[in-house]
């Protein structure tokens, strides 16, 4: 089943790789649930090096963020250093399917292939197919009340929200509760 822009979350918990559990939806901030593929994609590092860059803005924007991979926990540690935000490790795809995320060739199409040539440049070259190489992402903005304010099932591997368009539709989201 694919969750659409106003549907009710059902109370769902995560745990990071860090043995923290997540709850959602979280009864204080919004939160952007993104779902990724393997931890070492060279699209998905892309992607994530932009909201690393970011990470002030999307935290002083009242958004807590959670990275979800299909990939063990075990092989996401590695990364979790560098990356401030909270990220789940779910190598059998159950999250995947409870949130409607589907499986797919996703790196073919140009947009794709050219955020992993830039991954690579960066040194993530995805030669560790934990979860392996099939995956679409996802994202979801979830208010404190469980309701998905938006959501984006990408068509492609490099199909997701920009950092922009998160800040832009979280502020649509505090002028709707004013």
């Known amino acids: 089943m694919k969750f659409k822009s106003g549907d009710m979350l059902p109370t769902t918990v995560m745990e990071?790789?860090?043995?923290?559990?997540?709850?959602?939806?979280?009864?204080?901030?919004?939160?952007?649930?993104?779902?990724?593929?393997?931890?070492?994609?060279?699209?998905?590092?892309?992607?994530?090096?932009?909201?690393?860059?970011r990470a002030r803005e999307i935290e002083a924007a009242g958004i807590k963020e959670v990275?979800?991979?299909?990939?063990?926990?075990?092989?996401?540690?590695?990364?979790?250093k560098d990356v401030p935000f909270r990220m789940v490790g779910d190598p059998n795809k159950a999250f995947y399917r409870e949130f409607g995320v589907e499986s797919s060739l996703g790196f073919m199409s140009l947009k794709a292939l050219g955020a992993g040539m830039r991954g690579m440049a960066h040194g993530h070259f995805g030669l560790r197919l934990a979860g392996g190489p099939l995956g679409l992402p996802a994202d979801f903005l979830i208010a404190p009340s469980g309701r998905i304010n938006a959501v984006k099932y990408g068509v492609d591997a490099y199909?997701?929200?920009?950092?922009?368009?998160l800040l832009t539709l979280a502020k649509g989201v505090a002028a709707e509760a004013l």
């Open 16 to 53: 990071a790789v860090t043995g923290e559990a997540i709850n959602l939806p979280d009864a204080k901030r919004l939160v952007h649930l993104q779902f990724r593929r393997f931890v070492d994609c060279p699209i998905c590092n892309t992607h994530i090096a932009e909201f690393r860059k």
């Open 67 to 80: 990275i979800v991979f299909h990939s063990s926990p075990k092989s996401i540690r590695s990364y979790q």
């Open 159 to 165: 199909d997701q929200w920009s950092v922009d368009e």
